[in-house]
């Protein structure tokens, strides 16, 4: 396998950047991506909380269980 092909390498990649993190529920977070683990469980600094599309809410910083995500896109 070459180097940067794995899902863990892209997310490693974007650790420090704004990211957007959709969830099972449809709420949708944007943030700066400081964490993650091997289960994809996610903190994000600086987030803001989207719901239909419409910002919800900021809620700073946010722990995001891996098992509720199903897409995580850089911005």
């Known amino acids: 396998m070459e180097e940067g092909s794995r899902p863990l390498d892209a997310l490693n990649a974007a650790r420090n950047k704004i990211v957007m993190v959709e969830l099972k529920n449809n709420h949708r ?43 995580i896109s850089p911005e």
Do not use: M
């Open 29 to 71: 977070f944007v943030g700066k991506l400081r964490a993650f683990d091997i289960h994809i469980n996610t903190v994000l600094e600086d987030a803001s909380e989207y719901e239909n599309g419409e910002l919800k809410r900021k809620v700073g910083t946010v722990f995001i269980r891996g098992d509720t995500i199903t897409i």
